[in-house]
């Protein structure tokens, strides 16, 4: 493997609760299971899905809807808050079109579009989405924290977002934007992308996963980790400042910025930046029988 250089997203106002979170010790649980459609499933689909707290995990299947099953998980100081939390967080989900929309609402949403004082509510409410959708889905995925971020099988356009986690996308078709501010963030492309995508992290590693027939030309940066890839490099003359060695066999690149570098003959620009943590590139050897 070539190493190739050296070495916020904002967490919504109630991203804060889980400060409180030894205080919250009545708890009551709950499940969500429903089936929703899209009004023409040939045509295509977006699944958008925003939480605050708790996982989402999303799976690609050969059907025509959208099934979900979510674990609800009330923590409070009291039984009374209990009863708060019950009145004032609503799950949200709208079937409109070819749109599914998932939306866990309440207080915390206006305190953060007004900017108001976040105050304790004595409770916190928690989802943890398992969803199937249709193979070729666009997927928009954004959660807080308290749970991970993960996609298989799906191909199409994908937007995920999360404030404290890793997020995990593994056998997807697509491009997009996949960006958290603590976790890693590991992809599996099942096909190479043929258009831009940006990985980001603050605090973390990017692993990357393609096929070999590979041909991309990629804009590094790390501050504090290295790159690596498996692919052969060039690098691009965009980046003046770059500089070049040999190391133990490897090629090193190093800068103080990103490294623009192509793989095989170039093509889609793919962003991968990370503040700590290192970058990987890796190739996914083709299965060949005998």
């Given amino acids: 493997m070539k190493k190739i250089l050296p070495v916020l997203f904002i967490i919504l106002s109630a991203g804060i609760f889980f400060l409180h979170a030894d205080s919250y010790r009545v708890q009551k649980k709950g499940e969500v299971s429903r089936t929703l459609h899209f009004q023409d499933p040939s045509q295509s689909k977006d699944l958008q899905v925003d939480n605050i707290f708790g996982s989402i995990v999303v799976t690609g299947y050969e059907g025509k809807e959208v099934k979900l099953f979510a674990r609800k998980t009330i923590k409070a100081r009291t039984e009374s808050r209990i009863q708060k939390a019950e009145q004032e967080v609503k799950l949200d989900i709208t079937e409109e079109g070819n749109v599914v929309d998932i939306y866990v609402d309440g207080p915390f949403r206006q305190q953060h579009q007004e900017g108001e004082k976040w105050e304790d509510p004595g409770y916190q409410v928690h989802y943890d989405f398992d969803i199937q959708v249709p193979r070729k889905t666009n997927v928009y995925l954004k959660t807080a924290t308290e749970g991970d971020i993960k996609i298989s099988d799906v191909e199409g ?38 258009a831009a995508c940006t990985f980001k992290t603050v605090a973390g590693d990017i692993r990357a996963s393609f096929p070999e027939n590979l041909s991309a030309d990629f804009l590094l940066k790390t501050r504090y980790g ?6 052969p490099v060039t690098l691009l003359p965009v980046q003046s400042s770059a500089t070049e060695e040999r190391k133990n066999g490897k090629y090193v690149y190093r800068s103080n910025t990103s490294v623009g570098v192509r793989i095989g003959a170039g093509g889609p620009e793919i962003t991968m930046d990370t503040l700590a943590g290192d970058i990987l590139i890796n190739k996914i050897e083709s299965r060949r029988t005998k």
Avoid: C, L, R, W
Wanted: proline residues 2%; charged residues 25%; without cysteine.
């Fill in 226 to 231: 290295e790159a690596y890839s498996d692919f």
């Fill in 157 to 194: 356009e994908f937007k995920i977002h999360h404030a404290d986690g890793k997020i995990v996308m593994q056998d997807i078709s697509g491009s997009g934007t996949a960006k958290t501010a603590a976790g890693d963030v590991e992809v599996h492309f099942a096909k190479n992308p043929d």
